[in-house]
Nanobody, 129 residues
Framework: QVQLVESGGDSVQPGGSLRLSCQIS????????MGWFRQAPGKEREGVAA????????YYTDSVKGRFFISQDAVKNTLDLQMNSLQPEDTAMYYC??????????????????????WGQGTQVTVSS
């Protein structure tokens, strides 16, 4: 049974850190693109980070490079997003996603939300002073 359950969202001050976690079931971690999207009020859903286990590669959108770090644990079936130096523009609902794919690297994982069928309920991140 496919299931994605996010947790870890909270309200923090600018410059703070949060770690999001997603419990994923029903996917083969070795042959699936996994990642995080976010959606701020009034804005389109955007891809934040992706990971592809087989090639041990990661991908980040430019606005989070050097601040966010994606990781996964195939034993615990979890996908994490460590977020550092948070800014107000990072405020959004964060969603984890997964899709079975054979790609060469995480950079080739789908960056638009359309291909992803299964989504979690989301976890809210609010950054404000």
């Amino acid at each position: 049974q496919v299931q994605l359950v996010e947790s870890g969202g909270d309200s923090v001050q600018p410059g703070g850190s949060l770690r999001l976690s997603c419990q994923i079931s029903g996917y083969d971690f070795s042959s699936s693109c996994m990642g995080w999207f976010r959606q701020a009020p009034g804005k389109e859903r955007e891809g934040v980070a992706a990971i592809y286990r087989s090639s041990v590669t990661t991908y980040y959108t430019d606005s989070v490079k050097g601040r966010f770090f994606i990781s996964q644990d195939a034993v615990k079936n979890t996908l994490d997003l460590q977020m550092n130096s948070l800014q107000p523009e990072d405020t959004a609902m964060y969603y984890c996603v997964a899709i079975p794919r054979f790609v060469s690297s995480a950079a080739s994982c789908p960056r638009r939300p359309d291909p992803y069928i299964d989504w979690g309920q989301g976890t809210q991140v609010t950054v404000s002073s």
